[in-house]
């Protein structure tokens, strides 16, 4: 396993970063690529056997592919050429294809053919495009058309055909902060480019304009979209984690809680949950506020080498702009808060 350099204050890493993926074709690709070498085989056999007909023999009957030949072997050699070309630009030609969206009330289908005739759909140009590393062209319907009632505290998860997943807050993808979310869709009849490297980006991908405007992520573009899916919140997720319920809306500890979330759950579970165990469960059995002096835990966020050193040591430290004094003191008020909240995982 390969660990993912984060800096503090980036996006948390998501588990299944695509570039620790092996990288082998995906099952849609894998098809093509048998249906083509089949074909490939197949005409290699009709070239091997027609060439044995001119010798004046005739090949064995191996199988049901083996035809009787037309009679004219130059002109029905230079047919099978041609055809032997077009078997070879197979891989390259896209088939249409559907995308499954599920926000939590049945999954519906987008039909390739059903998006490039909707309304809303329209040509875009993507500069400095993350897959293919220059200017393209789409042809595109913006996202939020097709996530109907989302709410901006939704994350969903983007699947490709590969199993990669990413997932998006979905406050980024309402448009909320001038970073515009495509669904770009490829049209069999104008297939996109091999990507540079190795692979294909279609059926869907997915791409931004003024990305920068919302600070979105390389891992924000994914493509060989198979599917779109709502993901239940942190709360259902991990209800473990969640400070009392009756704490109101902006106290310390709540606020606390949102900072924990997005600068120490990527790396630690708390109360035995969460996705990643890089680092100690922050609770069980203690919590670092029971066991740590206040100064020096506080310390040991700004710096974990202030605490103790050695070599392999991982946690990264957050500096005042990656973390402010009133944000770390918030955070330490929800630990604290959680150690008289112990769930035995
Ligand atoms: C990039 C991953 C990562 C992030 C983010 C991270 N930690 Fe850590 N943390 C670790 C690892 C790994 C350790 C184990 C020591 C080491 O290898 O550095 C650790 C150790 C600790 C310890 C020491 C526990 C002990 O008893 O030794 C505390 C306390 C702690 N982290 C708190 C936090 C808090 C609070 C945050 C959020 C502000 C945080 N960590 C964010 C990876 C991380």
Excluded at 107 to 121: I, K, M, N, Q
Excluded at 311 to 338: E, N, V
Aim: aromatic content about 10%.
């Amino acid at each position: 396993m390969r660990f993912v350099r984060w800096h503090p204050g980036e996006e948390m890493p998501t588990p299944q970063w695509r570039d620790q993926q092996p990288h082998f074709l995906s099952p849609s690709r894998r098809y093509v690529y048998l249906v083509w070498l089949g074909a490939c085989e197949f005409n290699v056999h009709v070239v091997i056997c027609s060439a044995f007909r001119q010798a004046g023999e005739r090949m064995p009957d191996m199988s049901p592919a083996t035809r009787p030949l037309p009679t004219d072997p130059t002109g029905s050699t230079m047919k099978l050429f041609i055809l032997f070309l077009l078997a070879s630009c197979f891989p390259l030609c896209a088939s249409a294809a559907e995308l499954k969206v599920d926000l939590g009330h049945g999954a519906v289908s987008y039909h390739t053919d059903a998006l490039l005739r909707r309304a809303d759909a329209r040509w875009i140009s993507v500069v400095d495009d993350v897959a293919f590393r220059r200017t393209m062209h789409y042809h595109a319907v913006p996202l939020a058309a097709l996530l109907d009632d989302i709410g901006p505290g939704d994350h969903l998860q983007f699947v490709a055909a590969d199993g990669f997943a990413a997932e998006i807050p979905a406050a980024l993808l309402l448009n909320t902060r001038g970073s515009t979310a495509w669904l770009a869709i490829e049209d069999p009849a104008k297939p996109w480019p091999a990507l540079p490297g190795h692979g294909h980006a279609g059926p869907f991908y997915v791409v931004w304009t003024r990305p920068r405007a919302a600070a979105v992520g390389p891992e924000q573009w994914p493509y060989q979209l198979a599917s779109i899916r709502l993901l239940d919140s942190v709360a259902e997720r991990f209800p473990a984690i969640v400070p009392d319920p009756s704490l109101r809306a902006g106290s310390k500890v709540k606020r606390g809680f949102a900072i924990f979330q997005r600068t120490c759950f990527a790396c630690h579970t708390l109360n035995g949950q969460g996705d990643s165990k890089l680092g100690p469960d922050l609770n069980i059995p203690y919590s670092p506020t029971e066991y740590l002096r206040a100064d020096l835990l506080r310390a040991f966020v700004r710096d974990p080498q202030s605490l103790r050193r050695w070599p392999q040591a991982k946690m990264p430290g957050f500096d005042t702009q990656s973390l402010s004094d009133a944000d770390l003191d918030a955070l330490l008020a929800y630990l604290r808060h959680m150690a008289g909240r112990k769930a035995r995982p």
